[in-house]
């Protein structure tokens, strides 16, 4: 094997390995976890209740359906933490099988990638999905004023960030 194949068969590995790691960082850095969290956290804090002036319904209904995405979270992560430790493994295992074999699966690499990008699309849709519930609880007003929160919010975590 000459040099030149063995460095291209080296950058590919490495930009397989780049992508997939990015992939996740991407969906966490887009509407991840805390993202969702803190918004729950928001808008079930006594601060959130009175800046939105929620009534009780509201409230009612808006732990209702924070409770069911953590629910579904929970359900597709799974409970668990040795299996979810078991399947992190296994899917290092093949990702080196992958990555030291003599000739590189592209097919095998596209299932890997596969694997997680649709994980990842599944806790998206739960996110997205809670996000349409919270704002067919709140009425225009309380979803302007919202919006606006946001907005302030996204600004002050962008400036921490830098």
Avoid: W
Avoid at 22 to 35: C, E
């Amino acid at each position: 094997m000459t040099k030149v194949n063995t460095l291209s068969k080296l950058v590919l590995i490495c930009g397989l390995a780049t992508a997939t790691l990015g992939a996740g960082s991407v969906l966490a850095k887009g509407d991840g976890h805390k993202q969702g969290h803190s918004q729950a956290r928001f808008l079930l804090s006594n601060r959130g209740v009175e800046k939105l002036s929620l009534t009780d319904e509201q409230q009612t209904k808006l732990k209702a359906i924070f409770e069911a995405q953590k629910t579904q979270m929970k359900a597709l992560r799974g409970d668990d933490k040795e299996a979810r430790k078991a399947m992190r493994e296994a899917h290092k295992a093949k990702m080196d099988a992958l990555l030291s074999a003599a000739t590189f699966d592209e097919n095998a690499a596209k299932e890997l990638l596969n694997e997680r990008r649709e994980k990842g699309e599944q806790f998206g849709l739960i996110k997205l999905k809670t996000q349409h519930q919270v704002m067919q609880v709140l009425n225009a007003e309380q979803k302007e004023k919202f919006a606006k929160m946001q907005k302030r919010m996204n600004k002050k975590h962008r400036k921490q960030k830098d």
